[in-house]
């Protein structure tokens, strides 16, 4: 990652989006890191994969008076890219979160859990400590069934505290997922987990209606 010197409170985003309702229980707060070193087949956020270009640094507290002046969220969810490669800052903004709030913490890693132990690093345990849900593993997009939260069923949900346990065979086995589209900075955003093929479907669909309203004109 791009180097900040010492300032532990430093993350390096390629996204953020406030009252998310997509990914993950209720209304969340969601921050997209940049930088992945996985190279999924498929991926459906590429943008997202460069370590040094494509984003934009924040300070954690920066986010947290954003999370703060946001009523009626549920929790944050943490997407990527991959969070786990800057687990220092991760890490420091999950201790705000727990510090300043009662919102639980949803995130996604390319690593399994089983990896993510094997680093045997303080900040990384720190986060699975205190996360209330992983969803781990490379997407591969031979297995992307509309799963609701996971992007492939090689994914495995993990229930890190208690507080969804009782919704674990629900969302393990909910095969319906939403998108969501905003228009920011004259850009098309789109949050959520979309189904196999869906970006080549979603621009076709918007050609023919280009093409429709272009023959109206005519």
């Not at 934009?56 to 943490?78: F, H, P, Q, R």
């Not at 996604?108 to 859990?113: E, Q």
């Not at 069923?153 to 969804?164: A, E, G, I, P, R």
Request: aromatic share 12%; net charge neutral.
């Amino acid at each position: 990652m791009p180097c900040r010197g010492k300032d532990e409170l430093m993350l390096y985003l390629s996204h953020r989006e406030n009252k998310v309702k997509v990914l993950g229980p209720g209304n969340r707060y969601v921050i997209w890191v940049q930088g992945c070193k996985k190279r999924c087949k498929g991926c459906i956020f590429p943008e997202g994969q460069p370590l040094n270009k494509n984003g934009y640094w924040i300070d954690a507290k920066e986010l947290m008076d954003e999370i703060n002046s946001t009523k009626n969220l549920t929790g944050v969810t943490i997407s990527g890219g991959e969070p786990f490669l800057q687990s220092r800052g991760i890490a420091e903004f999950l201790k705000l979160i727990k510090d300043e709030t009662s919102l639980d913490v949803m995130i996604y890693s390319g690593y399994t859990l089983a990896e993510l132990k094997c680093w045997n690093n303080v900040d990384v345990n720190y986060i699975i400590d205190n996360s209330d849900i992983l969803i781990d593993g490379e997407y591969v997009e031979e297995l992307n069934n509309n799963s609701i939260y996971r992007g492939s069923d090689n994914q495995v949900v993990h229930f890190l505290s208690n507080k969804y346990k009782p919704f674990a065979q629900i969302i393990n086995n909910t095969k319906n997922r939403s998108l969501e589209f905003i228009f920011k900075n004259n850009a098309l955003f789109t949050v959520g987990l979309p189904e196999k093929g869906f970006q080549s479907k979603f621009w076709q669909q918007v050609e023919k209606e280009v093409e429709k309203e272009y023959d109206k004109e005519k």
